[in-house]
């Protein structure tokens, strides 16, 4: 399945950040605005809105995310 181009750049950053620790995005299905994260163990399931709430979505998102399973690249 392709993925819808982000047109965000915050969002597209995001989404970008959580690729690398090992999160999977699933794009968006039909008219929905909303990505879903899935971490590496399976446990862990995040909603990204790609149509932020607040100034500060992404930042806290980020942080949100890093507190649950987050690998850290060596």
Not at 22 to 44: M, Q, V
Not at 51 to 60: C, D, I, L, Q, W
């Amino acid at each position: 399945m392709s993925e819808r181009k982000q047109s965000n750049k915050e969002i597209a950053g995001l989404l970008e950040d959580v690729r690398k620790p090992g999160w999977s995005i699933e794009p968006p299905k039909g008219k929905s605005n909303i990505y879903k994260a899935k971490c590496s163990c399976g446990d862990h399931l995040e909603h990204i809105h790609s149509t932020p709430s607040g100034a500060h979505y992404v930042k806290n998102k980020l942080g949100h995310m890093k507190k649950t399973c987050w690998k850290e690249e060596e």
